[in-house]
């Protein structure tokens, strides 16, 4: 999997997490999975956490999707 880039942080007030795609609003996490997410971004890649977070990871179907039959067809 690529390395995810250009994600930041903020925390606002006690219990407020916006998370920032190359300058742009991309999540807001609120109570436990606001806490949830700063106790993980300690201790793994803070990266891949708000790609997660976001929902911008890749989901694993990338290559089955690759060898479906409407995709293996020749236009010509």
Known sequence: MADAEGFEYTVRG???????????????????AARTFLSEV????PQLLMARATGSSKR???????MHPRNLRRFT
């Open 42 to 45: 300690e201790t793994s890649d």
């Open 14 to 32: 006690d219990a407020l997490v916006v998370i920032t795609h190359h300058g742009r609003a991309a999540a807001r996490l609120r109570g436990d």
């Open 60 to 66: 694993g179907n990338e290559r089955a999707a690759k």
